[in-house]
């Protein structure tokens, strides 16, 4: 059994989970957009106290590294990476496209993430296996694919199916294999960037 720090910044909302010997804290914000940098350490405190949580005792500290906020997702990775170097203790990645598709039992799937403007971004699996990778698409190329859509958020899109969020960060970071490094997944360039053209 595993003792951890997961934290999700990658969407509008927030949510952290904090284990310790089997019991589980998990914190969730619904729409926190644009005060993930306010709320994040307030709600690990109150997460890790909960279950008596101490970075010291974590095996590894967890975050959603995208695709998604590009500024959310760069809190959450900085905060896990912050964790992981004064403890001393591995880093467990996990995309949102992995997220989403933790608890979804059909053989073929689409995970989608809004990418605002009508812009998804978009991950396939099949069998278990990526059979589409991450790719930037419109909503029209989107209702091309003809397998069900899964996502966190209420998206308009056909076929569409939104799953809860808080029940998969904890099964997912168990899931997931330890390592010292965590990159932020982006699939397209920022707006910023974007505008250096």
């Known amino acids: 059994m595993s003792n951890f720090l997961a934290i999700d910044t990658s969407s509008r909302y927030l949510t952290v ?4 010997d089997g019991k589980t804290a998990l ?3 619904p ?21 008596g949580l101490a970075p010291a ?7 959603v590294t995208g695709p998604g906020s590009f500024t959310g997702i760069r809190i959450g990775v900085s905060a896990a990476k912050g964790f992981a170097l004064g403890a001393d203790k591995p880093l467990v990645s996990i995309t949102s496209f992995e997220l989403i598709a933790y608890n979804v039992t059909d053989n073929i799937f689409y995970t989608v993430i809004d990418a605002a403007h009508g ?8 069998d278990g296996e990526i059979i589409l990778q991450p ?6 190329e989107i209702g091309k694919l003809g397998a069900p859509l899964y996502g966190f958020e ?3 899109l056909e076929n569409y199916t939104r799953v809860d969020v808080t029940k998969s ?25 974007e505008a250096r053209k």
């Open 17 to 20: 989970a904090a284990v310790k």
């Open 27 to 29: 914190r969730h914000l």
């Open 31 to 51: 729409d926190c957009a644009m005060r993930h940098s306010v709320m994040l350490m307030s709600e690990i405190d109150k997460a890790m106290n909960e279950v």
């Open 57 to 63: 005792d974590c095996d590894f500290f967890a975050a």
């Open 119 to 126: 812009h998804y971004y978009v991950c396939g699996y099949g």
């Open 135 to 140: 790719c930037y698409m419109s909503g029209e």
């Open 154 to 156: 209420d998206l308009p």
């Open 169 to 193: 960060l904890c099964p997912a970071a168990f899931a997931a294999k330890p390592s010292r490094e965590m990159y932020a997944l982006y699939v397209r360039k920022s707006q910023a960037e």
